[in-house]
């Protein structure tokens, strides 16, 4: 299936963290029931139902301040369901803050019940969320309200609003809440901020300011004549933080070149023309064989990784004015190119040469033309366009050529590759979007031929869509060219397509999954979220390219916009392997490279010292890392 929804794909299901705990029995042990509602467990379920207006509770026997929960819902009737978090035990009752799920809304609120479970008051919460962990104080001149005018309401969308741009090959899922049927409900309650997300997509949030509520048990909750049902109930105690033993395989050495936080993205050249590699990260060049020396290209500004982003995130080498010293190029945001100085002792001259921002994440530095020189290929959001720029070598300061390649609406902020699809000799272009063919002809002023296929998904919690650096080469070795990829840089999933033709020969590809989120079964039992960081290369000398893939640790800073945000910063090789009786004809064998350092926006694989081998350098907000290559199987 190469066009729209791939086979199978479901929309709001999925599990985003390793639970502590996940209630699959059929007595309530551990839980306690209040009010007039008859609870009961079945069959992994947990049921309530009630038949008047005051609130019934379930308990659980555990407290928490920070936590996360997830759970399938279902309720029948005209009632209101709902989940209480901190709920404080008052001198007349109950206290919480209540995430709220009616058949035509959801809310989250400040909720007070007497002890009989009569609704005292009920506040909806304030607007708070995005990419902040802790949302400030109220304005005192703004007062609550329950009116519906703040965040924490969410009604269903009009499911038939008109479509505007082109017909993508994603569409995005439809998230609202399903009227007497199974909705998943995650939440997270970090510091003061509420998250909710409802089958996947947003869901009730907001300000859980310490009046509703600072410490106390989950509970389930019923109100109104209905039977609510909570399906696979599972939590994970935020408070308790992991940070796992170094680890790493036997095929590498690791060496930190740097403990702070600099950049996004490394590359690599002999910058100081001594017959040596050396490595670029960010500000610094880190000199070879040791890379103990290093020095500035420009100034060097650590970054919080709590609360501040890189403004590198690829970076790329090559001697753009053909003096015979390779030269740096800053991909994105900024399209900066710093002139090497010869090996002079000061910072480089730097030049903005190309208009307007890069404003994708992700870009690709390759020949497209043919002409021995190398393009960036990346998007636009203000145009909506995928495009390349070329550089004038007789004076690559000045603004580069842009070559618009896409019609507008096929922008994406995530996922580029560049190899050739259709076997004809030149590199096309890909997104999550699909493919756009390169050709015979050039113009600057003419499109490529667009060929739609989902090569992504949109992720978990309602974000974007598309990967990292997506791989183009012969997976399976038929001698057609498929496509390797994570499926979202801020969520879950790694998949490779794989080519096929029809009897007319027309291009189709196959999605076969690799590893997808904790619910599923995965590659060597491995599943990590935000692969935001990505490459390909021979890792292990086969002769097979591999598909080289670590998770941006704290990718939106710490904050639970992601899922999964603490797992560990892992950075894994998935080896290729071409076997006839696995799907596709092919498998990917995960191998682990390390565990406490992840990636960055993107990774380099290179070979440093000369003797055949890659090695892998990452740079992140762990530091800057190289991955000696060993050759040890």
């Given at each position: 299936?190469?066009?729209?929804?791939?086979?199978?794909?479901?929309?709001?299901?999925?599990?985003?963290?390793?639970?502590?705990?996940?209630?699959?029995?059929?007595?309530?042990?551990?839980?306690?029931?209040?009010?007039?509602?008859?609870?009961?467990?079945?069959?992994?379920e947990l049921i309530g139902k009630s038949t008047d207006t005051t609130a019934s509770l379930l308990l659980l026997d555990?407290?928490?301040?920070?936590?996360?929960?997830?759970?399938?819902?279902?309720?029948?009737?005209?009632?209101?369901?709902?989940?209480?978090?901190?709920?404080?035990?008052?001198?007349?009752?109950?206290?919480?803050?209540?995430?709220?799920?009616?058949?035509?809304?959801?809310?989250?609120?400040?909720?007070?019940?007497?002890?009989?479970?009569?609704?005292?008051?009920?506040?909806?919460?304030?607007?708070?969320?995005?990419?902040?962990?802790?949302?400030?104080?109220?304005?005192?001149?703004?007062?609550?309200?329950?009116?519906?005018?703040?965040?924490?309401?969410?009604?269903?969308?009009?499911?038939?609003?008109?479509?505007?741009?082109?017909?993508?090959?994603?569409?995005?899922?439809?998230?609202?809440?399903?009227?007497?049927?199974?909705?998943?409900?995650?939440?997270?309650?970090?510091?003061?901020?509420?998250?909710?997300?409802?089958?996947?997509?947003?869901?009730?949030?907001?300000?859980?300011?310490?009046?509703?509520?600072?410490?106390?048990?989950?509970?389930?909750?019923?109100?109104?004549?209905?039977?609510?049902?909570?399906?696979?109930?599972?939590?994970?105690?935020?408070?308790?933080?992991?940070?796992?033993?170094?680890?790493?395989?036997?095929?590498?050495?690791?060496?930190?070149?740097?403990?702070?936080?600099?950049?996004?993205?490394?590359?690599?050249?002999?910058?100081?023309?001594?017959?040596?590699?050396?490595?670029?990260?960010?500000?610094?060049?880190?000199?070879?064989?040791?890379?103990?020396?290093?020095?500035?290209?420009?100034?060097?500004?650590?970054?919080?990784?709590?609360?501040?982003?890189?403004?590198?995130?690829?970076?790329?080498?090559?001697?753009?004015?053909?003096?015979?010293?390779?030269?740096?190029?800053?991909?994105?945001?900024?399209?900066?190119?710093?002139?090497?100085?010869?090996?002079?002792?000061?910072?480089?001259?730097?030049h903005a040469v190309i208009p307007g921002n890069i404003n994708s994440e992700v870009t690709v530095f390759t020949d497209?033309?043919?002409?021995?020189?190398?393009?960036?290929?990346?998007?636009?959001?203000?145009?909506?366009?995928?495009?390349?720029?070329?550089?004038?070598?007789?004076?690559?300061?000045?603004?580069?050529?842009?070559?618009?390649?896409?019609?507008?609406?096929?922008?994406?902020?995530?996922?580029?590759?560049?190899?050739?699809?259709?076997?004809?000799?030149?590199?096309?272009?890909?997104?999550?979007?699909?493919?756009?063919?390169?050709?015979?002809?050039?113009?600057?002023?003419?499109?490529?031929?667009?060929?739609?296929?989902?090569?992504?998904?949109?992720?978990?919690?309602?974000?974007?869509?598309?990967?990292?650096?997506?791989?183009?080469?012969?997976?399976?070795?038929?001698?057609?060219?498929?496509?390797?990829?994570?499926?979202?840089?801020?969520?879950?999933?790694?998949?490779?397509?794989?080519?096929?033709?029809?009897?007319?020969?027309?291009?189709?590809?196959?999605?076969?999954?690799?590893?997808?989120?904790?619910?599923?079964?995965?590659?060597?039992?491995?599943?990590?979220?935000?692969?935001?960081?990505?490459?390909?290369?021979?890792?292990?000398?086969?002769?097979?390219?591999?598909?080289?893939?670590?998770?941006?640790?704290?990718?939106?800073?710490?904050?639970?916009?992601?899922?999964?945000?603490?797992?560990?910063?892992?950075?894994?090789?998935?080896?290729?392997?071409?076997?006839?009786?696995?799907?596709?004809?092919?498998?990917?064998?995960?191998?682990?490279?390390?565990?406490?350092?992840?990636?960055?926006s993107d990774l380099l694989a290179v070979d440093l010292n000369g003797d055949g081998k890659l090695e892998i350098v990452?740079?992140?907000?762990?530091?800057?890392?190289?991955?000696?290559?060993?050759?040890?199987?």
């Amino acid at each position: 299936m190469s066009y729209g929804q791939q086979a199978g794909e479901t929309n709001g299901r999925g599990l985003s963290f390793k639970p502590d705990y996940q209630f699959k029995g059929t007595s309530l042990t551990r839980w306690k029931p209040i009010g007039t509602a008859d609870w009961r467990a079945e069959n992994g379920e947990l049921i309530g139902k009630s038949t008047d207006t005051t609130a019934s509770l379930l308990l659980l026997d555990q407290s928490f301040q920070d936590v996360t929960f997830n759970t399938l819902v279902k309720m029948e009737g005209d009632g209101e369901a709902g989940v209480l978090l901190r709920l404080e035990k008052t001198g007349s009752g109950w206290k919480g803050v209540l995430v709220s799920l009616k058949n035509d809304e959801s809310a989250a609120y400040g909720l007070v019940l007497d002890d009989k479970g009569n609704e005292v008051s009920r506040m909806m919460l304030r607007r708070a969320g995005g990419m902040m962990r802790v949302a400030p104080p109220a304005d005192p001149k703004t007062a609550h309200s329950s009116d519906g005018n703040q965040q924490g309401r969410q009604r269903q969308p009009n499911r038939s609003r008109e479509h505007t741009g082109p017909l993508l090959p994603i569409p995005q899922p439809e998230t609202a809440f399903q009227v007497n049927g199974w909705n998943q409900l995650e939440c997270v309650l970090d510091m003061n901020i509420l998250r909710g997300f409802i089958n996947d997509g947003n869901g009730p949030g907001g300000a859980a300011d310490e009046d509703f509520g600072e410490y106390g048990p989950i509970a389930l909750y019923v109100k109104g004549k209905a039977e609510v049902r909570y399906k696979d109930f599972k939590y994970k105690d935020l408070a308790l933080r992991f940070t796992p033993k170094e680890e790493t395989s036997a095929r590498y050495d690791v060496q930190q070149l740097s403990d702070m936080y600099y950049s996004f993205s490394s590359a690599a050249a002999d910058i100081n023309q001594d017959g040596i590699m050396d490595v670029v990260a960010g500000p610094h060049v880190y000199y070879g064989p040791d890379f103990t020396s290093y020095r500035e290209i420009f100034q060097g500004v650590t970054y919080n990784p709590s609360q501040q982003f890189s403004e590198v995130n690829c970076q790329y080498t090559f001697d753009f004015n053909g003096d015979g010293w390779p030269d740096v190029f800053s991909a994105s945001p900024f399209g900066r190119l710093y002139i090497n100085p010869k090996g002079a002792s000061r910072r480089w001259e730097m030049h903005a040469v190309i208009p307007g921002n890069i404003n994708s994440e992700v870009t690709v530095f390759t020949d497209i033309d043919g002409d021995g020189r190398p393009e960036i290929v990346y998007g636009t959001s203000g145009d909506q366009t995928l495009k390349y720029s070329k550089f004038d070598p007789a004076d690559p300061s000045k603004p580069w050529k842009v070559y618009v390649v896409s019609e507008t609406g096929y922008y994406t902020a995530h996922g580029f590759g560049v190899g050739d699809i259709n076997g004809d000799g030149r590199p096309d272009i890909i997104n999550p979007n699909g493919w756009w063919e390169q050709p015979g002809e050039l113009d600057a002023g003419k499109t490529w031929v667009y060929h739609p296929v989902a090569f992504g998904r949109y992720g978990h919690r309602g974000g974007g869509m598309g990967g990292s650096v997506m791989a183009v080469y012969d997976v399976n070795g038929d001698g057609r060219n498929d496509v390797v990829t994570s499926l979202n840089a801020h969520g879950f999933g790694l998949a490779w397509y794989e080519q096929q033709q029809d009897a007319s020969g027309a291009v189709q590809f196959t999605r076969h999954m690799i590893m997808d989120d904790y619910s599923t079964e995965n590659a060597g039992d491995v599943t990590f979220s935000q692969l935001h960081g990505t490459t390909f290369a021979d890792i292990d000398g086969d002769g097979i390219p591999d598909f080289i893939a670590g998770k941006r640790y704290w990718s939106h800073l710490d904050t639970h916009l992601d899922p999964d945000p603490q797992g560990s910063a892992v950075l894994y090789c998935f080896r290729t392997v071409r076997d006839a009786n696995a799907p596709g004809g092919a498998r990917f064998e995960p191998e682990l490279v390390h565990n406490r350092s992840g990636a960055g926006s993107d990774l380099l694989a290179v070979d440093l010292n000369g003797d055949g081998k890659l090695e892998i350098v990452s740079s992140t907000n762990r530091g800057t890392f190289i991955f000696w290559n060993k050759g040890i199987d």
